[in-house]
């Protein structure tokens, strides 16, 4: 009788392990808007000379907490931003440290990369000359942006709550490749042969009472409908899909991360009424999973952050004191940059790069990539991890530059040289970057793997 019991037991135990759901969890979420309280510079295009105009769509920072019983937590962080540079990521890393006791491998941070959303100083500064007050202007949103940032995490933290969660997925079909290769070499434009990555992953959290409290979701796209031509504030397809889930979900909040888009675009593309239309077509595939059974996701929480020193190639200081003397003002504006790092003996041949996964249950990973990714390493990283449930995000931690594949790499084009300019940063990188990344990958998957 008693080695039924105990064979019972042992049963019992393991299927609780196998399932994950050996626990409880609790759950949470928080806004905060983060729309500037002045016109400011948007980021994002060379082209625009004037601070912005009104607001089309309301941006937000937006949280979600998860908690296992074993005090395994994860916070994740959500902007209608362009890009998160490394000192804000910082800071709101060590205030929510202080705070919440959230470790950096606990804090997922994701930017929409909306080209409609105010300039984080320096991010891009060497796109366009600023005058003291726009640069003021800049730096004081920045520092407001940090503190609502850390004001969502905050009412996340004040909501928790058991809950449930479940995964599903489902696709949207405007991204498109835009590397088309031409007489000219690789130019930005539609290429409807080229790698994209269509999959629209749902994660939603509910009550236990089955209130849905959020739904996080993600899409491999350049948040890019709307041109430099517009001055409106938006958080563009991201921004209207975010809206469109939360007016369906009455009491809900929709969390957008950006997932691999750095050589996607939404197609077509250049006017408000086809941002609200792709985001309308995002918002339909995520309300498709939600109305589908969904599967549930197990109650255990595995965090995992390694940096990488990634290496760039070397470009000798004649060629940065050439530019200076040069035509091209972008040059000129990175050279004085560089020389100036040299000249006191600053590290500038390698790149510390952020690389963070995510478990939840044994359903679903979030693995994590700073900068903007192209769309070959959610491709390979799905290949080589076919049953980890994985979403591969961009545009995370901290966006510094682009981050070419060696595929993209040898192609040449603007993903993997010009665009290195416009962020200030030397390069381009070496062709070992992939391989580099994915060391860190594998790294970081084993630890919430094991
Ligand atoms: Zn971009």
Known sequence: MRCWFHGLCTFLLLLCWRTGIAGDLLGGVGRASIVPSTPIFLSGYAVREK????????????????????????????????????????????????????????????????????????????????????????VQYGLQLAERMVEAVDAAFSSLQPVRLSIGTDSAGFAYNRRLPSPAGFINSQNTAGPVDRQVPVLRMESLQGQVLALLFGYACHNTTLGGDNYQICGDYAGFAQSYIEEELHGSIALFMTGCAGDQNPYPRGTMALARQHGRSLADAVMRVVNRPMTPVGAEIRTAREETALALRPYPTERYLSDLTGENKYLQRRARLYMEAYNKGWDIDTYHYPVQAIRLGREFTILALAGEVVVDYSLRAKREFPDAGLF???????????????????????????????????????????????????????RVRR
Request: with cysteine; proline share 5%; net charge negative.
């Open 51 to 138: 601070v912005s105009q009104g607001v089309a769509h309301p941006i937000q920072a937006k949280a979600m907490v998860i908690r296992a019983d074993d005090g395994q937590q994860v916070v994740i962080l959500t902007t209608d931003l362009l890009g998160i540079p490394h000192h804000l990521s910082e800071r709101v890393a060590e205030r929510l440290m202080e705070k919440h006791g959230v470790l950096r491998s606990q804090l997922m941070l994701n930017a929409s990369h909306t080209h409609a959303a105010p300039m984080i100083w320096p991010s891009l500064s060497i796109i366009a000359e600023y005058s003291g007050d726009d640069q003021r202007l800049v």
């Open 392 to 446: 591969v995000a961009g545009y995370s931690g901290e966006v510094m530059c682009y981050i070419p594949s060696k595929r993209v790499l040898l192609e040449g084009g603007y993903e993997a040289e010009d665009s290195m300019i416009y962020y200030g940063m030397p390069g381009p990188f070496d062709e070992r970057i992939e391989e580099q990344v994915f060391e860190a990958i594998r790294k970081v998957m084993r």
